[in-house]
């Protein structure tokens, strides 16, 4: 790589609702796809970013997608003491061209999860379920990622709608009342059949 031509690496930090989590933010992208490594094993094998981050004693889970990665830190330590050390790191990866998913993880993911949608969106809630998901894909995904997060549709099941929250909507104090007010209120005037919307630990 010809680093005379290449454009340097920028590099800066948006809070979000988690106070536990930070998005960094780059001129690159990074990821066309989402990848939430909410475990160190995950992490090992397929992302050679998210594996050296959680190298550090202080970060708990690590999400990428676009072009930022959302660190959320274990409670014990302060942002003002750590921020600095992970922004470098990241940066040194990015400029030294170094893997940050690896090729076959959305493949792998969606694998994973292709028995458990084809099994979703079968029989009569199949259709009312495969709207409720392109109303969440549509609408709450894109705001949900300015706040450094992610929301997958699970299931829907007589009249409740499962959801994950990712990233830094993960363990978010706020994100219960994002999940209800907002996200809840909206599918309720849009699907009527939907009585209530519940988060599922991933």
């Not at 960094?24 to 397929?46: H, I, P, Q």
């Amino acid at each position: 790589m010809n680093t005379a031509t290449a454009s340097p690496v920028m590099l800066y930090t948006e809070q979000t609702p988690n106070p536990e989590s930070l998005k960094f933010v780059t001129n690159r992208m990074l990821y066309r796809g989402t990848a939430d490594f909410k475990d160190e094993a995950l992490a090992r094998d397929w992302s050679a970013l998210a594996s050296g981050l959680f190298d550090q004693p202080y970060v708990k889970s690590v999400y990428i997608t676009n072009n930022f990665v959302t660190i959320t830190k274990e409670f014990n330590y302060e942002w003002a003491d750590i921020m600095l050390r992970l922004k470098d790191f990241i940066k040194k990866h990015i400029e030294d061209g170094g893997e940050i998913i690896k090729e076959g993880f959305a493949e792998e993911m969606e694998r994973m999860q292709a028995d458990h949608v084809a099994e979703q969106f079968s029989g009569e809630d199949g259709e009312t379920a495969l709207r409720i998901k392109e109303l969440i894909d549509t609408y709450v995904k894109p705001a949900v990622e300015m706040d450094g997060g992610n929301i997958e549709f699970k299931a829907y099941d007589k009249g409740t709608v499962y959801v994950t929250m990712q990233g830094s909507c993960s363990g978010c104090p706020s994100s219960t009342v994002t999940l209800k007010a907002g996200i809840e209120g909206m599918l309720k005037r849009m699907v009527p059949e939907v009585q209530e919307v519940v988060q599922e630990m991933a």
